[in-house]
């Protein structure tokens, strides 16, 4: 059984296709799917079911793919340790972040943590709060970046509260509330709102919010992408509540104050178990030695 082989069985399973996957690892098809028939000799057991229009792991596939994950993370993480031994850091770093990510220049700390450390290589990816602490806990990204209410903390990680910002309403140029100074809860719980899927975290802090306040209010639309929603909000579909420094990037939107606004806590959170040296290198960048911190502080509290 060869790493190669692994990778290949990966690829097929997230692309459900040999095409594309064969794509994605710069070889020919034939060459990949005679690896994988070499591999499922071996085993003793068909990785995949295939048909002339899909293809989809068997009961046998999907329980060989997580070990194969496994072990290519533990190969990478070999290789990185050695080449830390020698003053290298190496090996793919995975981040996390929400697309309303404030508190720190993303763009900007990976440049830094390129020109100081050439040779690994990063994948990024966007998400919810709620998925990423999930991700990190798994092991299937290192890092995340993540916004929740000031009332509760990733739970099973280790965590750094980076900022807080309490959240502005944001209207369309013509609205009526565009001529207004500042509002509050009250007021706005009259409009229509545009707002994140519910019960995700950057939902429930103003869901808590109207709540605390014995108030309810009308989600007339839910959208999943932070970019969408304010282009929802600048063609008059309603008001949306967003952190103040996200916001303030907007075009054709206005903000206003909420005098009662809740309060968004930023954290860079990573794995309890293990940082390789890319995250723990990543993380530096921030005064964060991710050994240290994991070995003498208490997982965070929960959600």
């Known amino acids: 059984m060869e790493l190669q082989q692994m990778r290949y069985v990966i690829a097929v399973a997230e692309t459900n296709s040999f095409t594309r996957a064969a ?8 060459a990949l799917s005679h690896q994988i028939a070499r591999l499922e000799k071996e085993l003793g057991a068909r990785l995949f079911d295939r048909t002339s229009r899909r293809v989809r792991l068997t009961p046998a596939g999907a329980a060989f793919l997580p ?33 309303t990510v404030a508190a720190v220049d993303v763009p900007a700390t990976l440049r830094e943590f390129h020109h100081r450390h050439p040779h690994a290589r990063v994948s990024l990816s966007v998400g919810a709060s709620d998925e990423l602490t999930e991700q990190v806990r798994q092991g299937e990204i290192e890092v995340a970046f993540l916004g929740v209410p000031t009332t509760s903390r990733p739970r099973g990680v280790m965590a750094r509260e980076l900022a807080r910002e309490r959240l502005v309403a944001v209207v369309a140029p013509d609205h009526p ?5 500042s509002a509050d809860l009250r007021r706005l719980a009259t409009e229509e709102f545009i707002d994140l899927p ?20 009308d989600v007339v639309f839910e959208v999943s992408n932070a970019d969408y929603l304010a282009r929802l909000v600048a063609a008059g579909l309603g008001v949306a509540l967003l952190p103040p420094s996200y916001a303030a990037g907007l075009g054709g939107v206005t903000t206003i104050e909420v005098t009662d606004a809740p309060t968004r806590a930023e954290y860079v959170i990573w794995s309890r178990d293990t940082c390789h040296p890319a995250a723990n290198a990543f ?9 240290s911190e994991g070995r003498d502080r208490e997982p965070a509290e929960a959600l």
């Open 177 to 181: 509330l565009a001529a207004e100074p």
């Open 283 to 291: 993380l530096a960048l921030f005064g964060i030695e991710a050994k």
């Open 23 to 30: 794509q994605r690892c710069l070889v020919v098809q034939s």
């Open 67 to 99: 070990a194969a994950r496994a072990c290519l993370n533990a190969a990478e993480l070999a290789a990185a340790e050695v080449a830390a031994t020698i003053g290298e850091v190496r090996g793919r770093l995975n981040v996390g972040l929400i697309p």
């Open 198 to 217: 519910a019960k995700t975290a950057g939902r429930s802090q103003s869901d808590l919010a109207f709540a605390a306040a014995g108030l309810t209010r």
